[in-house]
């Protein structure tokens, strides 16, 4: 689907600089001085439009959130999403996640969300992907001991290509849902994206994976 072009994001990022940051890689190892309480730090790897990271601040106000999205025609709607909330723990990014070492230091981040991410079907594109072993090198190096990844998708082939990339990375498979709503699990926070394919009789795939020490 092709993005819309709004040649007035640019300003709005800037004017919303309470949400969206605008030095980031300033911020690299002291992430939780942008907020009041020093929490653990989650963060979410392609946004969206935002109501995951603004419903996650919502229900957790014990952590931190900061949610990335490199489409600037995308993070305008996480931006109103995050001040309707009207939430203190909840930071944007308009930045690309080949970036995360120059982001975040070592042992920085308590947990990573990867909620429908593109899928890049083609195998050319399969470096793309952001279970690819390449970023699950820099969310190795960025992640605590104890960290966890929380992988959310409505595509199959991409849900079982990342538990294969885990499992070679010898990574450690806490939990595999093939169908979360079934599940009926009460602290889901959904998506649009999972709003839209469930609500189409879609299932929705959920699986939790950390590293091993």
């Known amino acids: 689907m092709r993005l819309r072009h709004k040649p007035w994001a640019d300003d709005y990022l800037k004017e919303n600089d309470d949400i969206v940051v605008q030095n980031p890689f300033e911020l690299k190892g002291k992430w939780n001085s942008l907020f009041s309480e020093d929490q653990p730090l989650h963060i979410e790897i392609g946004t969206g439009k935002g109501q995951f990271i603004a419903g996650m601040a919502t229900q957790h106000s014990e952590i931190n959130f900061i949610g990335m999205e490199r489409a600037k025609s995308i993070i305008v709607s996480a931006v109103e999403k995050v001040k309707q909330a009207e939430v203190e723990n909840a930071r944007l990014l308009n930045e690309n996640a080949k970036d995360l070492r120059d982001l975040f230091a070592e042992n920085e981040v308590d947990k990573i969300y990867l909620n429908f991410s593109d899928p890049w079907p083609k195998t050319k594109h399969e470096k793309r992907r952001l279970t690819y072993h390449t970023f699950l090198q820099q969310y ?18 991409l849900f ?10 010898g990574m450690v498979l806490d939990e595999v849902l093939l169908d979360l709503h079934g599940y009926h699990d ?6 649009e994206y999972e709003e839209k394919f469930s609500g189409k009789g879609q299932p929705i795939y959920r699986c939790k994976v950390y590293f091993s020490s």
Request: hydrophobic share 30%.
């Open 186 to 191: 009460p602290e889901n926070v959904q998506t």
């Open 140 to 157: 190795k190096g960025i992640l605590k001991a104890d960290g966890e990844i929380v992988l959310k998708t409505d595509n199959r082939k």
């Open 160 to 169: 079982e290509y990342s538990l294969v990339s885990f499992s070679k990375f």
